[in-house]
């Protein structure tokens, strides 16, 4: 249960980083175009979110081919990376950085 429960939260997160503004590093310009916000984060981190966040279900149908079910666990395991991008994003609203403008 509270798998299922740790998969929807990141779910959510995927659907709201289409929705969040980013910094061009190019530029210093804050994007705020959907189409632009989505083609960056389709380039960047969506694939391994999405797959980290395989849901419960496909995990017992491949249960019994231990191919697969390793397999399936590596792409689990992926979810570590978010929840340390979860850490730093926690620690940055904690302790802001001063400004140096």
């Known amino acids: ?14 659907v709201l980083m289409f929705l969040q503004a980013y910094m061009d590093v190019v ?8 189409k632009m916000i989505a ?3 389709m380039k960047s981190g969506f694939w391994p979110d999405f797959i980290s966040t395989t849901p419960v279900v496909l995990k ?5 081919n231990s191919d697969l079910e390793q ?3 590596l792409f689990r395991l992926l979810k570590l990376m978010r929840v340390r991008r979860l850490s730093k994003l926690i620690s940055r609203l904690r302790w802001p950085k001063e400004d140096k403008s």
């Open 27 to 34: 530029n210093g310009e804050t994007i705020r175009q959907p």
């Open 39 to 41: 083609r960056n984060y």
């Open 1 to 14: 249960m509270i798998e299922i429960l740790v998969d929807f939260c990141f779910a959510v997160d995927i």
């Open 60 to 64: 017992q149908i491949v249960k019994g």
């Open 71 to 73: 397999i399936v666990i």
